[in-house]
């Protein structure tokens, strides 16, 4: 199973919007309604953003949102704050009890 | 508020057996959740290790099989990775999860960082 692909970096000014894509295959993300995305502050515990391609948990603000077409997963921050600069990971069901992740992708708030 | 703290030596030997605890505050190791590893080399994405249910049942990454065992102590809400023959490739930051349904990551721990190196 090969890693998801992320771009390596996004960008945006405060109050902009990016999309940060997450690139499988039939076999995972394309097959399975099961990506999720975290953010990652270096040193700190990852936290949950989107679970489900589009679900949020409860405490994460409407900003963020999930989406998926064929086999590549999409997150959008909207409206960006500069807290929202972290590194952010997809990650997909894969089928076998295994779950693969993406590389992962510098978001930096401008 | 859960909580789960990782905890082990920070220094492994190659060709020996690395091992960590992760410890769960907050929620009985014995609920309806999976417990799991996640590594993050330096420099490099995630990678999933594997996850464990209170009963023992295991699901291991195929690429680190041959290599893990995780396993779990209800008795002290704990469960551990033992990662084996390890050498530099494995020195990574280990985090501990909790997993819902074998599907995604809800809590995650800190992250220890384990390097191996003689």
Redesign the interface.
Known sequence: QSALTQPPSASGSPGQSVTISCTGTISDVGNYNYVSWYQHHPGKAPKVMIYEVSKRPSGVPDRFSGSKSGNTASLTVSGLQAEDEADYYCSSYAGSNNVIFGGGTKLTVL | QLQ?QESGPGLVKPSETLSLNCTVSGDSISSRYYWGW?RQPPG?????IG?VFYNGNT?Y???LKSRVTISVDTSKNQFSLKLSSVTAADTAVY?CARV?Q??????????TLVTVSS
Do not use: A, T
């Open positions: 789960l996640v490099k994405g995630l990678e999933w996850s699901y990454n195929p690429s985090f819902y074998l599907l995604w990551i809800d809590y995650w721990g800190q992250g």
